[in-house]
């Protein structure tokens, strides 16, 4: 009963982030001189909405047509701060992606890489000639680590520790599950490849045998078992991106004429999971292994510029 709950759960899991991804998905990258006009417009933004807190205060002389510009510019300005981030997401994901298993869930982590974006965006000044999203890579690592560190306090251990902690807890409840019984300290430190000692050090961090339950914290509003990775659910994050690429790929390639839609499913093996070479194909459909790897070539070039695979280059 608990393991079909589980099971749920994780589908719950990969259906939110289906869904995520395929939203932002939709959302078109930005060519350098679109950024950085929408940069302009953020930073004359914040400037009319200087202008307008003056006016608030009463320091400044208030002009109904001037406030009503103003007001207009503010907007605009907002506007593009969104596209800016909208814009960037998919940035997130990949780099939260790097720091799975290390005590967060992976959509916490983008989460996080979220919100060092949006502060990257606020701080971008685009006269510096480079890219939002080179600066922008270090506000998000720095807001993903930073969470990872804050998590890993909360239980008042070192980072390192806590990692270790992660990998003895799992291993303990995977031979528990294999054994049908409580493994012994030595049978851990053999699956995991330390020593026993230091798999008893750790067990001897709680008062009693670890448990996924077991409070931790001040408030002991968390478990241990908010701090192991659940491999299920960063399966599931993978198998919705996955499922999202194959939808988004049958589609381009429906509107392909047949014998082009053929060549790349016979090249790639997208039917079958057989990939063939130029020279199979070519036999198969009775032309020359020049014209077929010609007809890839041209093809692969069209489905580029599919708005549906755009979103997968980054």
């Not at 208030?62 to 007001?71: H, N, Y």
């Not at 960037?88 to 994901?93: A, D, F, G, T, Y």
């Not at 491999?231 to 939808?247: I, K």
């Not at 392909?256 to 079958?272: A, S, Y």
Request: aromatic fraction near 4%; proline fraction near 3%; hydrophobic fraction near 40%.
């Amino acid at each position: 009963m608990a393991r079909n709950e589980h099971a749920r759960q994780v589908n719950v899991v990969g259906d939110s982030i289906r869904m995520y991804l395929r939203d932002i998905g939709k959302v078109d990258l930005l060519t350098p001189a679109e950024e950085v006009e929408l940069a302009k417009k953020y930073q004359t933004g914040l400037a009319a909405e200087a202008a307008l807190a003056q006016m608030n205060e009463g320091s400044v002389e208030v002009d109904r047509r001037e406030c009503r510009k103003l007001l207009r510019v503010q907007r605009a300005g907002q506007e593009a701060k969104d596209k800016l981030v909208a814009a960037n997401l998919r940035l997130v994901v990949s780099i939260a992606k790097k720091y799975r298993g290390r005590g967060l869930p992976l959509l916490d982590l983008v989460q996080e890489g979220n919100l060092g974006l949006i502060r990257a965006v606020e701080k971008f000044d685009y006269t510096k000639g480079f890219k939002l999203s080179t600066y922008a890579t270090w506000w998000i690592r720095q807001a993903v680590t930073r969470a990872i560190a804050d998590k890993a306090r909360t239980i008042r251990l070192p980072v390192h520790v806590v990692g270790l902690m992660n990998k003895v807890v799992r291993v303990q409840h995977e031979l528990a599950d294999e054994l049908e019984r409580d493994p012994s300290p030595a049978e851990i430190a053999d699956r995991l490849g330390i020593s026993e000692q230091c798999v008893v050090e750790l067990l001897k961090l709680g008062s009693e045998p670890l448990s996924l339950e077991t409070p931790v914290g001040d408030d002991k509003t968390s478990e241990i078992g908010d701090f192991i990775e659940d491999r299920n659910s960063e399966d599931a994050f993978d198998a919705a991106a996955e499922a999202m690429l194959r939808d988004d790929v049958a589609s381009a390639l429906s509107r392909l004429p047949e014998r082009e839609r053929k060549i790349i499913e016979l090249r790639f093996g997208i039917v079958d999971g057989e990939p063939r070479t130029l020279a199979q194909i070519g036999d198969q459909l009775g032309v020359t292994r020049e014209r077929i790897r010609q007809i890839e070539s041209k093809t692969l070039g069209d489905l580029a510029l599919c708005e549906e695979l755009r979103g997968h280059a980054s």
